[in-house]
């Protein structure tokens, strides 16, 4: 394939193009075609169910406490297609910090509207396409951690290169805007600005060292000529969806590293290379200029990427972590909550067509004050499987379940969720757990080959349970609430929060479920969080031509969604091009932190490139937005 073209596919694309599936198979019954809109919906569908749960609560919405409205503190706003933001009447919004920013006083007046950043400064200055982002504070400090997911080269190199690195410094240029941003804001007349030159401010990228923990540390997979012990890893990649561990410190999430990756020799053996979409030409030509991305020479360098790794942004000397232990695929974010009995648990999404849903158990168990050694070390993965009947189980990775070492368990978690029969997913995004019960929610984003054709390792992705429609252009959130009320326990019930939909031009399944409308409709939910008073924040990143089965969705925007009455309101549009995704809010709770990645025109300059940029969001009265 032109190497030109191959750097404008998405990453979905990327993957299709990568590793084409097998074609369709023994299950492409359309067998929600058959079904009327809510004799679909009505089995899976929280609202008006009645379905039986474990506890209380989850599904006891009634039609009665649907009409007393949700508690939505705004009105919501139509769609939009232009290139600008839009916020609800008495809200206001401006940008915080935006690619080639400078987070050093020497990396000021970088940034040219033209040209972009020079490769002597792209470590100095705020990376592209920001992602995942959490809040932490530090010695009276507000800190904020961000994620630069990938990057564009056609914005950062010059002209000539046509979108493909022509050198090391082009292709050094490029893993510099990626990684993760550590930087200090104040406050300053209500909202918030960078504090340039902080001492907290820090870029950590492809480029910086690293350490691994965990049982798949030191195992000959991850060893390589730089690091014979197979312990000291260098640099993070892809860094997409976030959490926040209960102790404080930031988990970036390692997602479609894949592509960095090519082979100027032989392939090298192993079937982890294809069910990981490893293998032929990468996405952007590192190989040839830096051996460490070059399969033939470094065939086990891709075996330590794609892991959830933790940064302590309140020291800038710390040394990142990469937790082999929460296992390696690719991963979109990770939310953490606690069991009954104080041991960690973390949920966790694998961004691909038809693969899996993780969680992670600690063995050890934390409170407040504590020690947080092996928490994220020692512990067991597991899988999630969904039953039909809106019950689930969480499906342990051990040697005895698998019938693989531990190593490989953790290093090819594909292949051992594979083996014990786990759930294929319609690609799960983030997972963000309520605050105020013991539930979560993960977006399922979309799936064009559900019911069509099998994940990449050849688990069937049949119709039904959690994915419930065909060619699934429009994604689903589904939620869960562990049996008892307990995050540790292996049982749970399962129903889907939303299926969006286009209520105007779609039938069948294809309208969405009943809480979606002509005033609220939108596709693929991918980003996810919650704010302190129990509303589930949505964030977009799908199609915004606004036209045929998109009509009427608009650009991609954040919602709002009430978990107790379903309703779905609109809260914010993005610039036509932009996906928003990262969100989180200042301590008083009187900002709302909110990613735009990738935006069209000239956004939000006006002129010049347009640039990936965090946005600040504030009340003109003052009080917390969420
Ligand atoms: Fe980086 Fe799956 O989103
Ligand atoms: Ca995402
Ligand atoms: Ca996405
Ligand atoms: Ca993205």
């Known amino acids: ?29 359309v067998v929600e075609r058959a079904l009327s809109r809510r004799g679909f919906l009505g089995s899976v569908l929280a609202f008006g169910s009645g379905a039986a749960v474990f506890g209380s609560g989850l599904m006891s919405s009634t039609t009665a406490a649907r009409a007393e409205g949700a508690a939505f503190k705004f009105q919501p706003i139509g769609i939009a297609t ?28 970088a940034y040219s509207p033209e040209t972009g950043v020079p490769v002597a400064m792209s470590d100095k200055v705020f990376g592209e396409n920001t992602d995942g982002m959490e809040t932490f504070e530090a010695d009276g400090h507000v800190l904020l951690a961000i994620n630069s997911e990938y990057v564009n080269p056609k914005i950062n190199l010059p002209a000539e290169s046509e979108g493909m690195p022509k050198t090391a410094d082009e292709v050094l240029m490029l893993k510099n805007m990626q990684g993760v941003t550590v930087l200090e804001i104040a406050p300053q007349g209500g909202t918030w600005d960078v504090v340039v030159d902080s001492p907290f401010n820090r ?22 000529n730089a690091d014979a012990e197979g ?47 490893i293998g032929g030409e990468g996405r952007y030509a590192y190989e040839k200029y830096d051996a460490r991305y070059d399969l033939s020479k470094e065939p086990n360098e891709p075996h330590r990427h794609g892991f ?22 690719k991963h979109e974010n990770a939310e953490m ?8 648990v973390v949920y966790m999404g694998d961004d691909e067509r038809g693969e899996f849903m993780y969680r992670y158990v600690s063995n050890g168990s934390w409170a407040e004050g504590q020690p947080t050694d092996g928490l994220l070390s020692d512990g067991t993965l597991y899988v999630a499987k969904f ?22 368990i953790l290093v090819f978690s594909r292949m051992a969720g594979s083996k014990v029969g786990a759930t294929t997913m319609d690609r799960p995004e983030w997972i963000a757990a309520n605050p105020l019960k013991a539930e979560a929610y993960c977006a399922l984003t ?147 932190f909110v990613g735009i990645q990738h935006p069209g025109g000239s956004w939000p300059d006006g002129a010049g490139k347009p640039r990936s940029a965090v946005i600040q969001v504030w009340r003109e009265d003052g009080d917390v937005i969420g």
Not at 308 to 329: C, M, N, W, Y
Not at 387 to 408: H, R, S, V, Y
């Open 82 to 109: 232009d290139f600008e933001i839009h916020v609800p009447e008495g809200y206001q919004w401006k940008p915080l910090v935006k690619w080639g920013q400078a987070l050093f006083s020497v990396a000021e007046g």
């Open 337 to 344: 909550v606690q069991a009954a009995d104080g041991r960690i």
């Open 446 to 592: 979309n799936n064009k080959n559900r019911g069509l054709k099998p994940n990449a390792g050849g688990d069937a992705t049949p119709v039904g349970g959690p994915n419930p429609r065909e060619a699934n252009n429009y994604g689903q959130i589904v939620r869960w609430q562990p049996e008892g009320g307990d995050h540790g326990a292996d049982g749970f019930a399962w129903d889907l929060f939303v299926m969006a939909g286009n209520p105007e031009v779609g039938d069948g399944a294809y309208m969405g479920s009943p809480n979606v409308t002509a005033g609220n409709m939108f596709n693929s939910p991918d980003g996810m969080a919650f704010s302190s008073d129990g509303m589930l924040w949505i964030q977009t990143d799908g199609e915004d031509s606004n036209e045929g089965e998109f009509a009427g969705m608009g650009n991609n925007q954040m919602l709002v969604g009430d978990p107790e009455t379903g309703e779905i309101a609109r809260f914010l549009t993005a610039p036509n091009g932009a996906e928003v995704t990262g969100l989180t809010w200042s301590p008083d709770g009187k900002v709302a």
């Open 308 to 329: 959830v790794t933790e940064i302590d942004p309140a020291d800038p000397q710390s040394t990142p972590v990469k937790h082999s232990a929460l296992g390696r695929f």
């Open 1 to 29: 394939m032109d190497p030109k073209s191959q750097i404008d596919l998405s990453w979905d694309e990327f993957d299709e193009m990568r590793d084409p599936r097998p074609a369709a198979n023994g299950f492409d019954e």
């Open 387 to 408: 039953n039909a009947d809106q019950t689930g189980e969480w499906l342990a990775l051990t040697p005895e379940t698998t019938g693989m070492p531990i190593e490989e």
């Open 231 to 277: 312990v000291n890893p260098k640099g993070t990649m892809n860094n997409c969806g976030s959490g926040k561990t209960l102790w404080g410190t930031y988990l970036t999430c390692e997602e479609n590293f894949n592509g960095y990756f090519g082979t100027t020799g032989a392939m090298p053996e192993g079937e982890g290379y294809s069910r990981y979409g």
């Open 203 to 224: 870029r950590i990228t492809h480029e910086t060292q690293m350490v691994m923990d965990g049982p798949a540390a030191g195992s000959d997979l991850v060893k390589t």
